[in-house]
């Protein structure tokens, strides 16, 4: 074991030098990938003036989709 690990029970404490280094505990969190991420391209297109995105919240009208009060 080197000197920036400490062993407590079952679970492995890997500091920030060790990064790089993949640990798997026992039982939890096998090593799977969760999740992926999908963002299709955009085109550059018409946006909001500053003042009126500020108030909706959005710089892109494509993107503003208000909530029914």
């Known amino acids: ?3 920036t690990e400490k062993e407590t029970g079952q679970e492995l ?3 920030a030098a060790d990064a790089t280094t993949i640990t798997h505990t026992s039982g939890f969190y096998p090593p799977l990938r969760l999740a992926q991420a999908y963002v299709p391209p955009q ?3 018409r946006t909001y003036s500053p003042a009126e995105a500020l108030e909706k919240g959005t710089l892109f009208p494509e ?3 208000p909530y029914p009060y």
């Open 1 to 3: 074991m080197s000197g």
């Open 13 to 15: 404490k890997v500091t």
């Open 43 to 45: 085109r550059y297109g």
């Open 63 to 65: 993107l503003y989709s």
